[in-house]
């Protein structure tokens, strides 16, 4: 496939999955967070479920690793990472929220350095994870004689939010299954939904009642379902096989520029240039996280350009 056709699928992935930053903060003015979340993968897992089904012939999990990577994958990347996500982003601007889970690939090489047997984390990759703290910081800017201040909670679920999907995708790797990914994105937000909507009914703050039904609420729900989720999984899905998952986890660091455009257009938010240092400091982290998977890339494409 033609390297522009890639591209293209790159842009329109960020713009999927920036877009729903957008798109949940102004959904939030409809229906309560973690409901809000379980409606999204009610959708979703309908689609993905069929989309599977139509893909391939091995879409049901069949042993035991299968049903584990499924169970992993439903609890952390999408019940906790979207309940967590979803009340954080009460309190933060869309452009925060993606900062902040662009934390992901940053966390899931240091988890992986300390669960996987083969990784380790030497002095370089230990500064990479201190870089994204730090990074964190400067988006977060907490108060040290106040961190318990209620400006610090909602960033605080968006960066646990990064934490579940990170660790979440270690584990995964940690399971000896077959089941490929399709059949895995499928059950696992058919599962999630489910774990979405137990939290939520657990939760004292929200309720049925608390779902006002307008073009607006039906129109971020379908667009997070369909657009961002269902479609968004579909081209993830191609890219990977096109381009690795070094090349795609750079998704991360072009999704918060959409997300920071679209919340300005659409909702009037503004981003400080503390927050956008703060980006490129994580960025630089994941950078010196990556740099021999990077440059074994960048090295590879230039001599194949050089034949």
Same mark, same amino acid.
């Given at each position: ?5 890639n ?9 999927l ?8 903060k ?20 309908v689609?993905?479920?069929?989309y ?39 309190g933060?601007?869309s452009?925060?929220?993606?900062i ?42 907490? &108060? ?21 999907v ?7 790797q940690?399971? &000896?299954s &077959?089941?490929?990914?399709e ?79 679209s ?19 994580i ?11 990077l ?11 050089r034949?």
């Open positions: 496939m033609p390297a522009s056709r591209a293209g699928l790159f842009v329109l992935l960020s713009f999955w920036g877009t729903s930053f957008m798109t949940i102004a959904g939030l003015e409809f229906m309560p967070p973690v409901l809000f979340a379980a409606f999204r993968y009610d959708l979703t897992a689609g993905m479920l069929g599977a089904a139509a893909t391939t012939g091995y879409w049901r999990p069949r042993t035991r690793a299968d049903w584990s990577t499924v169970a992993v994958s439903a609890a952390l990347i999408i019940a906790l990472y979207n309940a967590f996500l979803f009340v954080g982003q009460q933060v601007t452009g925060v929220a993606a902040l889970i662009g934390m992901n690939p940053v966390l899931a090489t240091g988890f992986s350095r300390l669960l996987l047997p083969s990784e380790r984390l030497g002095v370089v990759e230990s500064i990479g994870l201190l870089l994204g703290f730090l990074g964190v910081g400067l988006v977060a800017r907490p &108060d040290p004689a106040n961190l318990l201040a209620a400006d610090l909670l909602a960033p605080g679920f968006v960066l646990l939010a990064a934490v579940s990170a660790l979440g995708s270690v584990l995964v940690r399971t &000896d &077959d089941l490929p990914a059949g895995t994105v499928a059950w696992s937000t058919a599962l999630g939904a489910v774990a979405l909507h137990a939290i939520s009914f657990g939760l004292p703050s929200e309720s049925l009642a608390d779902v006002t039904l307008t073009p607006g609420a039906v129109v971020t729900v379908g667009y997070l379902a369909v657009f961002a989720s269902a479609i968004g999984y579909v081209i993830y899905f191609a890219l990977l096989d096109r381009l690795g998952a070094i090349e795609i986890n750079l998704v991360s660091y072009t999704v918060p520029i959409f997300a920071a455009l919340g300005w257009l659409v909702l009037g938010e503004s981003i400080d240039a503390l927050a956008v240092v703060g980006f490129v400091v960025f630089a982290g994941f950078a010196l996280l990556k740099r021999r998977a440059g074994r890339k960048l090295g590879a494409e230039w001599l194949s350009d034949r």
